[in-house]
């Protein structure tokens, strides 16, 4: 008991993630698969609708030879990566040679697989290589799946209630839109970071105020934003950023003139954002991510009373889930890999998480490592 209450508190997690490390430094051997789990933590509770995975995976020679990293559940795929990301704290243990890309995110769905809890369910956690039939299995994951059922959404918004409130207040009032976010999200830049290159060139489209510009020029990589509103656009030359003051959909630039595409918090404000993926898709060399709010966390909310307002901004046109983020995107990229992030403090009545956005990476490739 004592063990299970320790495992749960953050600097304990941490240390004994760096036992595991040391622990496999020593067993680091040709042809041997070494690996660790970083979520979920002992007896995470997880719904259906959204299971997750992540951790990091070596096969010392065959490691560009990986193809994806899956869990699987009675021959049913519940989760399932075909990228790897950079783990500077892996390679500095392990001793590999920095930029090795070792992490995974694993994200789905298992509707339709997994009853409603509580109680445990055990998939295994398997790799495939290119060229190769069959898993290869690594080991079981333990999770906790809860109360999946959705909440009813009787009253979806409630009401604003001020003792002091003295005036009359309209829509306008309440949904509205302010100034561009001058902060980077640390999440997003951090997982941004682990999808980059060093030294890579990224464009970003609506890139605002140039929060994200700072972040990743600072980690060495090339950054452009592309700006469609001149003052907006003014924020972040007044910062020292480079930025060009143009309608992304009308951009004339080289088809892959960049690394990277990213738009953070944009396709959602968009009347049409077909146009503008295929524009990024194009300009892409190697793969374009989008950040949008999480409209799935809404019903989540709803049991607090409480009011998700950046998702439910006034001027936003569209609004995404994993599964229909996914399929628009499938639209543009043979590849398509959806991560919640930026969990809310506040868990849902069975302690289950809520992710208040979605990255999405999308890459035209096969390798995992590529």
């Avoid at 001058?182 to 290159?197: K, N």
């Avoid at 003139?257 to 944009?266: G, L, N, P, T």
């Avoid at 992030?341 to 096969?366: K, M, Q, S, W």
Wanted: with cysteine.
């Amino acid at each position: 008991m004592i063990g299970r209450i320790l495992r749960r508190l953050p600097l304990c997690r941490t240390l004994l993630r760096r036992l595991t490390f040391f622990r496999h430094r020593r067993r680091l051997r040709p042809g041997r698969p070494i690996f660790g789990i970083d979520t979920p933590v002992y007896r995470e509770p997880m719904t259906p609708y959204l299971v997750h995975c992540s951790g990091w995976l070596h096969l010392g020679d065959a490691q560009e030879d990986l193809e994806s990293v899956a869990l699987v559940l009675e021959g049913t795929v519940l989760a399932e990566s075909r990228r790897l990301l950079r783990r500077p704290d892996v390679d500095k243990v392990l001793g590999l040679p920095k930029g090795t890309r070792t992490g995974f995110h694993l994200m789905g769905s298992g509707i339709g697989v997994l009853e409603p809890g509580p109680h445990p369910v055990r998939p295994t956690l398997v790799y495939r290589l290119r060229g190769t039939t069959g898993d290869h299995r690594l080991c079981t994951v333990n999770l906790w799946i809860v109360d999946g059922d959705k909440p009813a959404l009787k009253q979806p918004y409630g009401s604003l209630l001020d003792p002091e409130l003295d005036q009359q207040l309209g829509r306008s009032d309440v949904y509205t839109t302010g100034a561009p976010d001058p902060l980077a999200s640390d999440r997003c830049v951090e997982l941004l970071l682990q999808e980059f290159d060093p030294g890579a060139s990224v464009l970003d489209l609506g890139c605002g105020a140039g929060a994200y510009g700072t972040p990743l020029m600072d980690a060495g990589h090339i950054w452009l934003g592309v700006e469609g509103d001149p003052a907006t656009a003014c924020l972040a030359s007044e910062s020292g950023l480079p930025v060009l003051v143009a309608n992304v959909v009308d951009l004339e630039l080289a088809d892959g003139a960049f690394d990277h595409v990213i738009a953070i918090e944009v396709i959602e404000h968009l009347d049409d954002p077909e146009a503008f993926i295929r524009q990024a898709a194009r300009l892409a060399n190697h793969s374009a991510v989008f950040s949008v709010p999480n409209s799935a966390a809404i019903p989540l909310l709803h049991p607090y009373v409480v009011t998700p307002w950046h998702l439910m901004e006034a001027d936003h046109k569209s609004f995404f889930t994993p599964t229909n983020l996914t399929q628009l995107l499938e639209q543009h990229f043979e590849q398509v890999e959806v991560v919640p992030y930026g969990d809310l403090p506040i868990r849902t009545p069975e302690g289950a998480r809520i992710f208040y956005h979605l990255l999405a990476v999308c890459r035209n490739g096969d390798s995992a490592t590529d």
